[in-house]
């Protein structure tokens, strides 16, 4: 089904300790090694697709750290290093002080064959958005689609890539994006620059970006799009829906606005007044959602896959794998809107959907101050202290602005961040309010929406502010 570039785990391998290296060439498995984990003070672990392992009972030291720290090339400021012509990723935890005291040596492979399920796609000229949860093989995915088109279609292409991640470290690019051109990016903040500085200098007819992640390269895509030049990128989010309801990124297909529709109007479409429509062309014509390396869901149509959220209607789309064989199969697939979903539910269902209620991650909120003004009538409240468990986000104005590094996590999954002007009562108390009468997961992008479509009165009257505007 594919051939995977391994030849240079050596190369990893020969960075570590021996007292760490040599266990490692024990294991049976090694050649699907994922990654080494070297925390000061504790055992190394070694991390492969199925299990974790602790080699030995040697606590990693400092001596440790600054050994592979020596063998790797600079680190830049988003705390990445890597291994000259390689795909291997090393990724440093500092101390207060900046001295590093935690290491994460990532294998990066070069795989061949997955493009094929999007081939045609790519090859169309129509630019392409790849989601998907990390790890799942966007980056990855990217690598093939660049020797591809520069290779196999004879196009001028460029890769913008930040912290060396796509075309591996060092001045010379891995042979695994072809004759593709590569531009390295000082700090992630210049990403968007770069991507312009690409278009305007070196005449590209295909520009590939990986992990499109804030509001200025949201806007430095629009551009390049509006310029005619083909974009294959990839951005933080599992789905669609969930790119939809991120107001930073929301641009790429189209971005969110508010309408109000008259009363005659509201009536014929069977909804409320204010309703969410999109603002403009998508800047990607086609959607891709991996599932994972040997399955995709394709929306070929973003703008009619947009539309179709904003509205709760089925969503049209197509699911592709590869057999075993490495034949691509494909199936047309159409997903119920959310509240669509709910109508068909049972009444027991229902009643059962609505004992539930939203989980949320608390930062900067004080716990026990809410929990009193959730009172009585919300006794099954949830707060989660695992992110990815969260349906809300909750913080303050002041904490947001900082951006710490969990809210910048919960925007990278998807979470709705809800900020507070301040920390008092009467705030949480419209908050919850608000926000509380959504009873169940099949619901809640719906409820969302709702939210989302009468924003402009939770900011002034209800204390909530937009992630957009900040």
């Given at each position: 089904m594919q051939e995977i570039v391994a030849g240079d785990l050596d190369a990893l391998l020969d960075i570590l300790p021996s007292h760490i290296?040599?266990?490692?060439?024990?294991?049976?498995?090694?050649?699907?090694?994922?990654?080494?984990?070297?925390?000061?003070?504790?055992?190394?672990?070694?991390r492969f697709p199925y299990r974790e392992l602790i080699l030995g009972c040697k606590e990693v030291d400092h001596a440790d750290v600054d050994y592979v720290v020596s063998g790797v090339g600079d680190f830049t400021g988003d705390n990445r290093a890597g291994i000259e012509r390689t795909l291997h990723r090393i990724s440093a935890i500092r101390n207060r002080n900046g001295r590093i005291i935690g290491l994460t040596c990532r294998v990066g492979r070069a795989v061949f064959g997955t493009v094929k399920m999007i081939q045609d796609l790519v090859e169309s000229g129509k630019s392409v958005l790849l989601l998907g949860r990390p790890g799942v093989g966007k980056t990855t995915m990217l690598r093939e689609v660049a020797r591809v088109l520069a290779d196999d279609s004879k196009k001028r292409v460029i890769v913008i890539d930040t912290s060396n991640e796509i075309a591996g470290d060092g001045d010379i690019p891995h042979p695994a994006i072809g004759h593709a051109r590569r531009m390295q990016v000082a700090t992630p903040a210049m990403q968007h620059a770069v991507m312009i500085e690409a278009v305007e200098n070196h005449m590209p007819e295909v520009i590939i970006i990986d992990e499109i992640g804030t509001e200025l390269e949201a806007q430095a895509a629009?551009?390049?799009a509006e310029r005619g030049?083909?974009?294959?990128?990839?951005?933080?989010?599992?789905?669609?829906?969930?790119?939809?309801?991120?107001?930073?990124?929301?641009?790429?297909?189209?971005?969110i606005q508010t309408v109000t529709l008259g009363d005659e109007e509201a009536r014929r479409r069977h909804t409320q007044k204010s309703v969410l429509e999109r603002k403009a062309p998508p800047t990607f014509d086609v959607v891709v959602e991996i599932v994972h390396y040997y399955k995709?869901?394709?929306?070929?149509?973003?703008?009619?896959?947009?539309?179709?959220?904003?509205?709760?209607?089925?969503?049209?789309?197509?699911?592709?794998?590869?057999?075993?064989?490495?034949?691509?199969?494909?199936?047309e697939i159409i997903s119920p809107s959310m509240v669509q979903s709910n109508q068909k539910l049972a009444p027991n269902e229902v009643k059962e959907q609505e004992k539930q209620s939203l989980r949320f991650f608390l930062f900067g909120i004080n716990r026990s101050r809410l929990e009193q003004v959730a009172g009585k009538g919300r006794e099954n409240?949830?707060?989660?202290?695992?992110?990815?468990q969260a349906?809300?986000?909750?913080?303050?104005?002041?904490?947001?602005?900082?951006k710490p590094q969990k809210i910048r996590d919960a925007e990278a999954l998807g979470v709705p961040i809800y900020v507070l002007k301040s920390n008092d009562a009467a705030q949480m108390r419209r908050c919850l309010d608000t926000v509380y009468p959504v009873a169940s997961q099949s619901g809640y992008v719906h409820h969302l929406q709702h939210l989302l479509a009468k924003q402009h009165v939770l900011d002034s009257d209800n204390g909530i502010q937009r992630n957009e505007g900040r």
């Open positions: 290296r040599e266990p490692l060439y024990e294991q049976p498995d090694r050649s699907e090694l994922l990654e080494v984990v070297l925390d000061l003070g504790r055992p190394p672990e070694v629009r551009t390049i030049v083909q974009l294959i990128g990839t951005a933080h989010g599992n789905t669609l829906e969930n790119l939809i309801m991120n107001p930073t990124l929301s641009d790429l297909v189209g971005g995709v869901t394709v929306h070929p149509d973003v703008t009619a896959a947009v539309d179709a959220v904003l509205h709760q209607q089925p969503v049209q789309a197509e699911l592709r794998w590869m057999d075993q064989q490495g034949e691509i199969k494909r199936e409240l949830k707060f989660v202290a695992d992110l990815k349906d809300l986000f909750l913080t303050t104005r002041s904490y947001y602005r900082r």
